[in-house]
């Protein structure tokens, strides 16, 4: 499992990487990250400020420089960024905020916040000097990791049977029952969050869970980066590297199961 434990961490860093990378290019937040504030000043300044302290933190983490300390730190970024500007920006200016797709990016991000945490969980506490407040503070939400994770996955899962005839033409053409897969890819997701909350099954459950949604990074993702690289500002890309921090926050849970203490 520590090996698992290991390479899950690397993927969860590569993929949250190739999210913001992006930005540098274009000059923006991804929508995932911070949302269309209008009158928002400096843009351009703070999506490379965000997008190079990401790089830097995960570059930290798979070099194992102060791990558990730098995950936190990243874990509290993403959540306060999730917090202050996806959930005001829903609540008081997105028009269409009683549809569950339109908080879909902001969710992804709660969910990196999540993965952020647990891989945190994963590190024992760096040696050194007595932890300030802030970090103090962002120890206690290490067991809530799997729980934010775990609501963008059951709210995905709900999208999947509100928004079914958006959905199922993604599914590649050579499958048949195109609408059957979509609703089993919703209830699965959303059986998986529930199961991984509540701890049941919780190892062979968040294998099965990352298991999936690596085939469909596989078989999904990866095609729709290579047919449209730059469309919609990369969005195609970002979404395959979103996959792939999905699917090893996942299997970091797994990895974890058995020590009960860092995951809960």
Same mark, same amino acid.
């Given at each position: 499992?520590?090996?698992?434990?290991?390479?899950?961490?690397?993927?969860?860093?590569?993929?949250?990487?190739?999210?913001?990378?992006?930005?540098?290019?274009?000059?923006?937040?991804?929508?995932?990250?911070?949302?269309?504030?209008?009158?928002?000043?400096?843009?351009?300044?703070?999506?490379?400020?965000?997008?190079? %302290?990401? #790089?830097?933190?995960?570059?930290?983490?798979?070099?194992?420089?102060?791990?558990?300390?730098?995950?936190? %730190?990243?874990?509290?970024?993403?959540?306060?960024?999730?917090?202050? &500007?996806?959930?005001?920006?829903?609540?008081?200016?997105?028009?269409?905020?009683?549809?569950?797709?339109?908080?879909?990016?902001?969710?992804?991000?709660?969910?990196?916040?999540?993965?952020?945490?647990?891989?945190?969980?994963?590190?024992?506490?760096?040696? &050194?000097?007595?932890?300030?407040?802030?970090?103090?503070?962002?120890?206690?939400?290490?067991?809530?990791?799997?729980?934010?994770?775990?609501?963008?996955?059951?709210?995905? &899962?709900?999208?999947?049977?509100?928004?079914?005839?958006?959905?199922?033409?993604?599914?590649?053409?050579?499958?048949?029952?195109?609408?059957?897969?979509?609703?089993?890819?919703?209830?699965?997701?959303?059986?998986?969050?529930?199961?991984?909350?509540?701890?049941?099954?919780?190892? %062979?459950?968040?294998?099965?869970?990352?298991? @999936?949604?690596?085939?469909?990074?596989? @078989?999904?993702?990866?095609?729709?980066?290579?047919?449209?690289?730059?469309?919609?500002?990369?969005?195609?890309? #970002?979404?395959?590297?979103?996959?792939?921090?999905?699917?090893?926050?996942?299997?970091?849970?797994?990895?974890?199961?058995?020590?009960?203490?860092?995951?809960?």
């Amino acid at each position: 499992m520590e090996i698992l434990k290991k390479s899950s961490r690397i993927a969860f860093c590569i993929g949250l990487a190739g999210m913001v990378l992006p930005q540098l290019y274009y000059g923006q937040f991804g929508n995932n990250f911070f949302p269309a504030w209008p009158g928002l000043p400096w843009v351009s300044f703070w999506a490379a400020a965000f997008t190079v %302290i990401v #790089v830097i933190a995960c570059i930290a983490i798979v070099l194992e420089k102060q791990p558990r300390r730098v995950s936190l %730190i990243l874990g509290g970024l993403l959540f306060a960024m999730y917090i202050l &500007g996806d959930v005001p920006y829903e609540l008081l200016i997105d028009p269409y905020n009683n549809h569950l797709g339109s908080w879909a990016n902001g969710l992804k991000e709660l969910a990196l916040a999540g993965g952020a945490f647990v891989v945190a969980g994963s590190f024992p506490p760096d040696p &050194g000097p007595q932890r300030s407040f802030l970090l103090k503070w962002l120890e206690k939400l290490i067991p809530f990791g799997r729980i934010f994770f775990c609501i963008t996955m059951i709210s995905y &899962g709900l999208s999947h049977f509100l928004y079914t005839k958006y959905i199922s033409p993604s599914i590649p053409g050579w499958i048949p029952g195109p609408v059957f897969w979509t609703y089993f890819a919703g209830a699965a997701l959303m059986c998986a969050g529930i199961a991984i909350v509540f701890r049941i099954k919780l190892k %062979i459950v968040a294998m099965l869970l990352g298991t @999936m949604i690596f085939i469909w990074l596989i @078989m999904l993702h990866i095609p729709g980066a290579i047919a449209q690289p730059y469309a919609n500002n990369a969005n195609e890309p #970002v979404s395959a590297f979103s996959a792939l921090a999905f699917s090893a926050t996942a299997f970091l849970i797994a990895s974890m199961a058995g020590k009960k203490k860092e995951v809960i």
